[in-house]
C-alpha cells in the first residue's frame, strides 16, 4: 500500500510568482487536506477536499486555492507569493471526512519564498 | 474558541527516563484531542486520539496520555524513553466534526540523552 506522496520536495519562489504543489491520496482514500507549518511552528489548517469539493477552510486568504481529482489526487495553488509563504506545506489524507477516520500525512513540501 | 497550548518548547531527559510532554486545551465544548510525532523530514504520525470514551488513552510506540477535565490537560507521558523517541511532538484538538479543521500546537522537541 503506497502511502500520501508530495511533490516537488522542496521548491524555491520569488515573490509575486505563483507555485503549484502536489499530493496523492494513500489508495482508497476519498478526503484530502492540506497544512502549512512555518518553521518552529504546529501545522496550520489551510483547507479540505471531500469527493472533489472543498468542504472546510482555515484562515487563508483567496490567493491560497486547491483541486481534488476524480483520483482524488490533489494540488495547491499560491498565488502572488509573499515572503510569509515560506513553510512546509504538509497533505493529509483519509478514508473520509469526519472525526472517526485518521488522517496520514505526507512528508511535506519545502517552500521558500525569496 | 478552541486551542492547545504545549508548556515546554524543549524537553530533554536521559535513555530511560519518564517521558511527560504537556498540553493545556480550550475548548467549550467536548474536545477531540490528538497528539502526533514527527521526525526530521518526515510528516505527521498519529501516536493517540481522545474521543470521549476513556480518559486513559494507550497508544503506539508505549505512549500514553490522560484527558484531565478539571485541570483542562492531555499530558503525554511514557515511562521509559528510547533513544529513538528524540522527535517533535505536536498536541492538537479538533475544531469541526465534520472535517480535518485542526488547532495544533507549537510542538515540543524531546531530545534523549544517552
Not at chain 1, 477552510?57 to 476524480?70: I, K, T, V
Not at chain 2, 508548556?7 to 475548548?27: I, P
Amino acid at each position: 500500500e503506497t502511502g500520501v506522496t508530495q511533490s516537488p520536495t522542496h521548491l524555491i519562489k520569488t515573490r509575486g510568482q505563483q507555485v503549484t504543489l502536489r499530493c496523492s491520496s494513500q489508495s482508497g482514500h476519498n478526503t484530502v487536506s492540506w497544512y502549512q507549518q512555518a518553521l518552529g511552528q504546529g501545522p496550520q489548517f489551510i483547507f479540505q477536499y471531500y469527493r472533489e469539493e472543498e468542504n472546510g477552510r482555515g484562515n487563508f486568504p483567496p490567493r491560497f486555492s486547491g483541486l481534488q481529482f476524480p483520483n482524488y489526487s490533489s494540488e495547491l495553488n499560491v498565488n502572488a507569493l509573499e515572503l510569509d509563504d515560506s513553510a512546509l506545506y504538509l497533505c493529509a489524507s483519509s478514508l473520509a471526512s469526519g472525526q472517526d477516520y485518521e488522517q496520514y500525512f505526507g512528508p511535506g513540501t519545502r517552500l521558500t519564498v525569496t | 474558541a478552541q486551542s492547545v497550548t504545549q508548556l515546554g518548547s524543549h524537553v530533554s531527559v536521559s535513555e530511560g527516563a519518564l517521558v511527560l510532554l504537556r498540553c493545556n486545551y480550550s475548548s467549550s465544548v467536548p474536545p477531540y484531542l490528538f497528539w502526533y510525532v514527527q521526525y526530521p523530514n518526515q510528516g505527521l504520525q498519529l501516536l493517540l486520539k481522545y474521543t470521549s470514551a476513556a480518559t486513559l488513552v494507550k497508544g503506539i510506540n508505549g505512549f500514553e496520555a490522560e484527558f484531565k477535565k478539571s485541570e483542562t490537560s492531555f499530558h503525554l507521558t511514557k515511562p521509559s524513553a528510547h533513544m529513538s523517541d528524540a522527535a517533535e511532538y505536536f498536541c492538537a484538538v479538533r475544531l469541526n466534526r465534520g472535517n480535518n479543521d485542526m488547532r495544533f500546537g507549537a510542538g515540543t522537541r524531546l531530545t534523549v540523552k544517552p
